[in-house]
């Protein structure tokens, strides 16, 4: 039976992280949504917000995410990066995707990876989704707020036909029972110890280092319909894409609404 998430549980099995404040809410619109309020006023950084249930998650590219009750984590957590860290911002946006597989791993022994720029799979489904959102006051950096949403248990894995890459569950493949609260106590302790090191090239080593599809021949299609294919070569040091096309000319993709896949040996129209 997987623990019941309430302010009063969260409180306890947290104490030992610097969460300045949790908001725990048993039915949210999105945990992003209220995090952006938030930031903008006088949250401080890893400010919690954690949702049992939300009416409008959302995910990337305006898609819908579904989170379900008792089997999955939904939660935002704040950032305030500083004034160098502000020209990097992307960089936080992987730093969610990384900590959910060095979680995985270092918990339950599985193998993670992550598909660019910051879902995480399992045997090549996905397990995980990460939406990074910031928040301005006019040209001033308020917040930003790293929305995680992980299928845990079997219950969370929305059905195949409302997919566009398939899905699983972290239990699903780590052989032993996924408490909820243990995992959300150590995916907050990796994010937290990702923080610190996210302007050193380290950062971006352990990154490279779990990326999906290395190597391999893939399509990158933005929302206008427009498509990228090549063989991925790994990420810059901002967090873009590297792909090599038919000609062995390498080209950088910055993060932002672009989707990947595993691909065919096509032409670029991008
Ligand atoms: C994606 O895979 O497209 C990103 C999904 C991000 C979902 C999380 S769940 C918590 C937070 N609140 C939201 O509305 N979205 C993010």
Redesign the pocket.
């Known amino acids: 039976m997987t623990a019941i998430l309430s302010k009063e549980s969260l409180a306890n099995t947290l104490q030992h992280l610097p969460i300045p404040q949790i908001h725990y809410y048993d039915e949210i619109d999105?945990?992003?949504?209220q995090a952006l309020k938030l930031a903008s006023d006088l949250a401080e950084e890893y400010t919690l917000l954690i949702a049992e249930r939300?009416t409008?998650?959302?995910?990337?590219?305006g898609?819908r995410?579904v989170?379900t009750e008792g089997s999955s984590l939904?939660?935002?957590i704040i950032f305030k990066p500083n004034k160098q860290e502000i020209g990097k911002l992307s960089l936080f946006s992987l730093l969610g995707g990384l900590a959910v597989c060095r979680t995985i791993q270092s918990k339950y022994g599985a193998d993670a990876q992550v598909k660019w720029p910051n879902?995480v799979l399992m045997d090549s489904k996905?397990t995980a989704?990460?939406?990074a959102e910031t928040c301005w006051q006019g040209e001033k950096l308020t917040g930003l707020v790293l929305?995680?949403?992980i299928n845990l248990l079997p219950g969370s894995v929305p059905p195949a036909d409302e997919l566009l890459f398939p899905a699983t569950c972290v239990q699903a493949h780590c052989g032993q029972q996924v408490e909820r609260l243990e995992f959300l106590s150590a995916v907050l302790g990796q994010i937290i110890e990702l923080r610190n090191m996210i302007m050193k090239p380290a950062f971006m080593q352990e990154y490279t280092s779990r990326l999906a599809f290395i190597g391999q021949q893939v399509q990158l299609s933005a929302r206008s319909g427009k498509t990228a294919n090549g063989i991925l070569v790994g990420v810059d040091n901002e967090g873009q894409l590297i792909l090599k096309n038919e000609a062995g000319k390498q080209k950088s993709y910055p993060i932002g609404d672009l989707h990947l896949r595993p691909g065919t040996n096509q032409s670029n129209n991008t």
Do not use: C, Y
């Not at 999105?30 to 949504?33: G, H, I, L, Q």
């Open positions: 999105s945990t992003n949504e939300q409008a998650g959302r995910g990337r590219m898609r995410w989170t939904a939660f935002t879902d996905k989704g990460i939406l929305g995680i949403g």
